[in-house]
């Protein structure tokens, strides 16, 4: 029985390290991106600013999640500091992403504008792609975390089984 208590130590330390990650990893990729939300009424928009530069990373990234979804009533533009708009979206999901260029540093703004005559409750993000390395950790994570399930899988059938065997 302590082999197994050892066993179940080892299994949920590697649980504990791939939530650890996990919510780090979160952490790390949602740091620069700029959130904002907000109730829209119908002619309204919500605009979220954020300040990009292209000689660090020349993509950025906006995701959208609308609360009341109804296709065909949300539309997402992004719009370069000169305010020309680079991207349009209608929102066909409830939650949405996109990537755009950054072709010049400056203020980028993400419009998202509802047609509908309900308010909807919208959460947005923009900011830049989060590199690879960043991305990566959340992959870890989740690796991390499917080996520890399988491994609490696993200890549980060996306990299981000893237990027969020390009945017999």
Do not use: H, W
């Not at 959130?35 to 919500?46: A, D, P, Q, R, T």
């Not at 900011?127 to 992959?139: C, M, N, R, V």
Request: aromatic share 8%; no cysteine.
């Amino acid at each position: 029985m302590q082999r197994a208590t050892i066993l179940f130590v080892i299994v949920g330390s590697i649980l504990g390290t791939g939530m650890i990650l996990s919510f780090y990893g979160n952490q790390i990729i949602f740091e620069e991106l700029i959130k904002g939300e907000g109730l829209v009424k119908v002619g309204n928009s919500l605009t979220i600013q954020a300040e990009l530069n292209n000689s660090k990373i020349q993509n950025g990234v906006y995701a959208i999640q609308v609360m009341d979804f109804k296709e065909g009533t949300i539309t997402a533009k992004v719009l370069d500091p000169s305010d020309i708009e680079i991207k349009s979206k209608p929102i066909n999901e409830k939650v949405s992403e996109d990537r755009f260029d950054i072709t010049t540093p400056g203020i980028y703004k993400l419009v998202i504008e509802n047609v509908d005559e309900k308010e909807v409750q919208i959460f947005g993000v923009i900011g830049p792609e989060p590199d690879a390395g960043k991305k990566s950790l959340g992959f870890i994570s989740l690796y991390i975390l499917v080996i520890g399930l399988v491994g609490l899988a696993g200890v549980t059938i060996y306990v299981i089984k000893n237990r027969k065997k020390s009945f017999n």
